[in-house]
């Protein structure tokens, strides 16, 4: 019995090692407004930065691996570049608690409910990943989940491009 316990205790805290240690709370993040497809175009075209623009869902596996990896770009390129998450075929409380665990807040994150949005832009499933110049031309579309060394030469494309 003594080794089954420590073995349970092992296991606890490596568990715990995986997380990513977020002290964010999902109700420190606020219920994400709502987008349509046409928001969303509008929200491309009228950017003064270039955008990498991130389709997710909160039960969405290969969204919660590539979260972190978007969380560091956001922290390096921030400044420069226009991050947008949109939430899509999800609910509210998923999407918040989503935003939380990996403390994803200054990302702008919209809700899209039917997934009108990736649809629109010409993706199907999660994770997506747009990059889109200053304006809102279509620099490249990466379908599936994103690399560390795909999302840092596309930023910088982004941003030798302007």
Do not use: K
Not at 36 to 60: G, I, M, Q, Y
Not at 115 to 133: E, H, K, N, R, Y
């Amino acid at each position: 019995m003594r080794r089954f316990t420590w073995l349970i205790g092992c296991l606890a805290l490596a568990l715990s090692a995986c997380g990513n240690g977020s002290s964010v709370e999902a109700g420190d993040v606020s219920e994400l407004p709502t987008i349509t497809a046409a928001e969303a175009r509008t929200l491309l075209e009228s950017s003064d930065r270039p955008v990498v623009l991130n389709v997710w869902a909160s039960w969405c596996g290969p969204c919660r691996s590539e979260a972190p990896l978007l969380r560091r770009a956001h922290a390096e390129f921030g400044e420069d570049v226009r991050f947008v998450g949109i939430d899509v075929r999800d609910d509210q409380a998923a999407a918040r608690s989503f935003i939380a665990e990996f403390d994803l807040r200054g990302f702008d994150h919209y809700f899209d409910r039917s997934g009108d949005v990736p649809a629109d832009l010409g993706g199907i499933g999660v994770p997506q990943t747009w990059f889109f110049s200053a304006g809102g031309e279509l620099v490249h579309q990466h379908n599936g989940v994103i690399d560390e060394r795909t999302l840092a030469l596309q930023i910088d494309e982004l941003l030798r491009t302007g």
